[in-house]
């Protein structure tokens, strides 16, 4: 877990419900074509990207050891699965299905042997291998930090797999795991604040409302707030990292928190999550970040494995397996947060990476359908919390022009210059200036304190009387003053 000095940034969870934060300024795509009325032996067939996933699961069930992974061609909105060659009979029947077959040498069994020999052979801190189904190679990184004999070490171990099994590249920066993503929540630890993000609210087997957050956010401390100096709202339930996978489940600590099933981008707009979705390589996903903004992407690899550097061990490594890459940008304070798709799909949980969202690089991500089974939570939550407002999101608006993101309305566009650099929180569009934000249902209003509120930021719901649970003294968001960690 990497640590970095951040300007303290106001973030409130106004019973139970997420903070919303401003959005990057880039387009939401309108929905890709649904299936269309083809007969069931023409294929391929054109297909939505969640269509696709589901098409994909069902294909692995029928070929059995013929299935050699899938991707998703957005640009043609096809299914492409691959089959080992031999058998014509599996060849038809995916055709009949609606993919796109391509023949291919290396079947899933022989691509994780070759992952247990990088296992065994190349666990070294700094690198990542995850299976690449467009190549049907498993692609093998390296950060820069893997020089001298690690990288003499990993590349002959990827040589000895042969050429048309795995490939190496290095990437730029260092991996490390990232923290926030969809909205601010705080925790005290050995060492001064953390800083992390909600993920998704979701219902506890017990029936009590949750969140998903990342694991390395679970372990590093207990107790969370929705405020940097706030009380606790939240008590980590499960939290797994390192290992296989990097999710924590977080119970409110009010039964009757009532916390929004839904990624907020803005003006009172949200992207309603109805369903945990499978990643699939080549479908265009979205990742809401507080301390970035939204971005977007494609999934490029899946069941990676990322090998960061311990902090409790200055020789050790923190192996986290299982999980989705991508090349959506994220920096340090966007982990935990949410990576969902257009249509409503919890995809996955920030975890680390390496780059920024000004060079690039590439991005892990806990699956919300693996963290779900392991937990025994379910998505959505009870009632409609703060975070419920009319309308749902319009793809053609910028999000640049939307406020908020996460889950929540509160506090809306509460971010460091994403729509506008040289605003202040109260200026920025939403930031705290929401009609009614931060007083819905009582949600927001504090002791009379609106949870936006920031002295010297901008008036309207988020101004209202008294310190709000994010108050800063007349510190706009971004303001170097009162310096707090992130992961």
Not at 278 to 300: C, I, K, N, P, Y
């Amino acid at each position: 877990m990497s640590h970095k000095r951040i300007p303290k940034r106001k973030a409130a969870i106004a019973a139970g419900s997420v903070v919303a934060l401003g959005a990057a300024a880039i387009l939401l795509p309108n929905a890709n074509a649904s299936q269309d009325g083809s007969s069931a032996d023409a294929a391929p067939k054109t297909l939505k990207a969640t269509d696709a996933s589901d098409l994909a699961s069902q294909l692995q069930d029928m070929l059995g050891q013929a299935f050699a992974g899938s991707y998703y061609d957005s640009d043609k909105q096809q299914l492409v699965v691959n089959v080992i060659s031999g058998d014509n009979n599996v060849v038809v029947q995916a055709k009949k299905a609606g993919a796109k077959v391509r023949e291919v040498g290396n079947s899933l069994a022989a691509l994780k042997a070759g992952a247990q020999t990088l296992k065994a052979k190349a666990t070294i801190p700094g690198t990542a291998w995850a299976v690449d189904p467009k190549t049907n190679k498993l692609a093998v990184t390296a950060d820069s930090s893997v020089t001298g004999a690690k990288w003499d070490r990993l590349t002959s171990t990827v040589k000895s797999l042969g050429s048309d099994m795995a490939t190496v590249k290095k990437s730029s920066g260092t991996f490390k795991t990232l923290v926030s993503g969809g909205d601010a929540i705080f925790a005290q630890a050995e060492g001064g604040t953390v800083r992390c993000s909600l993920g998704f609210n979701v219902t506890a087997s017990d029936g009590s409302p949750a969140f998903l957050t990342a694991g390395h956010c679970g372990v590093a401390a207990k107790q969370w707030s929705d405020s940097e100096t706030g009380q606790p709202i939240a008590t980590v339930d499960q939290a797994t990292f390192p290992g296989n996978g990097d999710f924590s489940l977080v119970k409110y600590d009010d039964a009757n928190t009532q916390a929004a099933s839904e990624v907020n981008t803005g003006e009172g707009q949200a992207v309603q999550i109805t369903q945990a979705a499978e990643a699939t390589v080549g479908e265009q996903v979205f990742r809401m970040g507080s301390t970035t903004g939204l971005h977007d992407g494609t999934v490029t690899g899946l069941d990676a494995t990322v090998n960061f550097q311990s902090e409790t061990d200055p020789g050790g490594v923190d192996t986290v397996t299982g999980l989705i890459q991508t090349d959506v940008c994220a920096e340090a304070g966007d982990s935990g947060g949410s990576l969902f798709t257009q249509d409503g799909g919890a995809v996955g949980l920030t975890s680390g990476g390496s780059g920024d969202c000004t060079n690039g690089g590439e991005t892990f991500f806990q699956p919300v359908t693996a963290a779900l089974q392991a937990t025994g939570a379910t998505l959505g939550g009870a009632g409609a919390g703060a975070g419920d407002q009319a309308g749902t999101a319009d793809p053609s608006a910028s999000a640049g022009d939307q406020a908020g993101g996460g889950g929540d309305a509160v506090g809306g566009g509460d971010q460091s210059g994403t729509a506008d650099p040289s605003a202040t929180a109260g200026d920025q569009n939403g930031a705290g200036d929401q009609a009614g934000a931060g007083d819905q249902s009582g949600v927001g209003d504090q002791s009379g304190a609106g949870a936006g509120d920031q002295s010297g930021a901008g008036a309207g719901a988020g101004d209202q009387s008294g310190a709000g649970a994010g108050d800063q003294s007349g510190a706009g968001v971004g303001d170097g003053s009162s310096q707090t960690e992130t992961h």
